[in-house]
């Protein structure tokens, strides 16, 4: 919304280069998928009565499933909310009458004065 006095719809679905995403974001499925690969990993030889750590193969092989699970779930879900916001975008673009750019408001504005009652 920036710091501009005009509150515009279409401006909340359009990046203009300043959102930047956090560090963790990027990478933050893939390495949620990794450590539940990992950990499948675990529990499968847990369940099988084997030593949690035995055949280290199955875990390194575990976590790059899960990882590259993860990333690919990451992908899919950018390219959902991408196609989600073009879609919005085209039906404001289209629509501007049910869209009309108000006044940003404080909070003094909208609420009503409160006065308590004992």
Not at 46 to 68: A, C, D, E, M, Y
Not at 86 to 99: G, Q
Request: aromatic share 12%; no cysteine.
């Amino acid at each position: 919304m920036g710091a501009s006095a005009v509150y515009d719809p279409l401006e909340l679905l359009t990046n203009k280069g300043t959102r930047q995403p956090t560090f963790l974001s990027p990478i933050w499925n893939p390495m949620a998928g990794a450590l539940a690969g990992f950990g499948a990993a675990l529990f499968m030889n847990w369940g099988l009565r084997k030593p949690v750590f035995s055949g280290v193969q199955n875990h390194v092989l575990f976590t790059l499933i899960g990882g590259g699970a993860g990333y690919f779930l990451d992908n899919k879900r950018n390219e959902y909310l991408a196609k989600r916001d073009a879609v919005l975008r085209h039906y404001v673009e289209l629509h501007p009458d049910d869209f009309p750019k108000t006044d940003r408001k404080k909070y003094g504005e909208v609420l009503e004065s409160w006065v308590p009652v004992r």
